[in-house]
């Protein structure tokens, strides 16, 4: 039984921090590309981030860059994504997706699996 479930959203006020989870279940996690996507309120859902299986190659999109950080830890099967800093624009529904084999990254037909998402609002 495949799982990916994220955890971690919630209200923030805006240049606050929040770290979101994805606890995988049911795949070898060392085994594939993570990529984190959000989606804001009448907007195409984006990808955002993506942290390659060797741990090596990481992806972020302009909006986001400088104020989050993917990583992995394989040994507890989860991926992280710290987010700083941040903005009332970085409200979204965040999903966690994983694919076996990624070339491009933001293409959501290269991802296998996905989370339910976790909502993140930034609000005052």
């Known amino acids: 039984q495949v799982q990916l479930v994220e955890s971690g959203g919630g209200l923030v006020q805006p240049g606050g921090s929040l770290r979101l989870s994805c606890a995988t279940s049911?795949?070898?996690?060392?085994?594939?590309?993570i990529g984190w996507f959000r989606q804001a309120p009448g907007k195409e859902r984006e990808a955002i981030s993506l942290i390659s299986n060797s741990d090596v190659i990481t992806y972020y999109v302009d909006s986001v860059k400088g104020r989050f950080t993917i990583s992995r830890d394989n040994a507890k099967s989860t991926v992280y994504l710290q987010m700083n800093s941040l903005k009332p624009e970085d409200t979204a529904v965040y999903y966690c997706?994983?694919?076996?084999?990624?070339?491009?990254?933001?293409?959501?037909?290269?991802?296998?699996?996905w989370g339910q998402g976790t909502q993140v609002t930034v609000s005052s």
């Open positions: 997706a994983a694919g076996f084999k990624v070339v491009v990254g933001d293409s959501e037909a290269e991802y296998d699996y």
């Open positions: 049911g795949f070898t996690l060392d085994f594939y590309d």
